[in-house]
């Protein structure tokens, strides 16, 4: 049964949609110029609202801070519009795993393109599925090449979904960004499921239930993003803020080890205090 709470941030889910579209890439655009693309690419995976202002406060946050590559806005998923594709998008394990292996096809096209330039993934929400996946697909593609890294940010993702095979295509590893205070995260996966069916604990909600070397989780509250930028908004999007972004993402995109050697994370990790 879907609950008035939920029923309302599904609208507000919907309400976020800004932008709409048939191509899967904003191209054309400031942020996608040959220059850019020449230098590295990040692909931006939106959640199951499609473009919205989320994901359009993350390039905001990477534009403000000077990151110099290409920065991309995936779409993926149904292009029904408001509740009904955002349902799709979050219970079609299938259509899930479609859109990593065609995002894999796309990532693997710009290696060919843009030889050792690096490629890095963020993906908000159903977004860090999606990422996941293409990491996964990635690994069984002719001539395609590990990536820098990916970002999951409030992933829709099971907790105890195995990173293994997605770990092998990334040179510096995963930053998983959970919120413990996602409601959204805990409503809406036990009654829908997560992009991969599983119906547990989101790890974007309570980090990944199994250690990796190359898993970074770091927790982070409404409450720190509140005090450190003077607001934070809904829990599912406080990790998308354009001023936490520009703050601590460019010292992990720019480091080529992780985590990074100077001061700078995003969020703390959980049980240890601030760096």
């Keep these: 049964m879907i609950t008035k709470r939920l029923f309302a941030a599904m609208m507000g889910l919907a309400a976020l949609v800004t932008l709409a579209g048939c191509t899967k890439y904003d191209v054309g655009t400031v942020f996608t110029t040959p220059e850019r693309a020449d230098r590295g690419m990040v692909v931006i995976l939106p959640g199951i609202e499609g ?14 801070a000077e ?20 349902l799709i998008n979050q219970t079609d394990v299938a259509g899930n795993r479609r859109a990593g292996q065609e995002l894999a096809g796309q ?16 993906g908000h929400s159903a977004g860090g599925g999606i990422a996941v996946f293409a990491l996964e697909e990635l690994a069984k593609l ?26 092998r295509m990334v040179k510096r590893g995963i930053v998983n960004v959970h919120n413990p205070d996602d409601r959204l995260l ?16 989101s790890a ?22 509140r005090r450190e930028f003077g607001q934070a908004g809904s829990p599912h999007f406080v990790a ?33 205090p601030a760096r």
Excluded at 186 to 201: A, L, M
Excluded at 262 to 269: D, H, L
Aim: aromatic share 10%; charged share 20%; glycine share 12%.
């Design 51 to 64: 473009q919205s202002a989320a994901n359009l406060d993350i390039r905001r946050g990477l534009r403000d």
């Design 67 to 86: 990151v110099p590559y290409a920065l991309t806005i995936y779409r993926w998923g149904s292009p029904l519009p408001g509740p009904a594709g955002m």
């Design 107 to 122: 990532i693997t096209k710009y290696q060919r393109n843009h030889p050792n330039r690096p490629v890095f993934l963020i």
């Design 142 to 167: 002719n001539g395609a090449k590990p990536i820098e890294g990916a970002f999951l940010l409030s992933s829709s993702i099971s907790a105890n979904y195995p990173l293994d095979g997605a770990l």
């Design 186 to 201: 805990k409503e809406g996966t036990s009654t829908f499921g997560n992009v991969d069916g599983g119906r547990g604990d």
């Design 204 to 225: 974007g909600r309570t980090g990944f239930s199994r250690s990796y070397a190359k898993v970074f989780d770091r927790e982070i509250t409404n409450e720190r993003v």
């Design 240 to 272: 998308t803020n354009a001023a936490l972004i520009e703050k601590y993402a460019p010292a992990w995109l720019l480091s080529e080890t992780w985590p990074p050697a100077r001061p700078g994370v995003i969020g703390t990790k959980t049980g240890m």
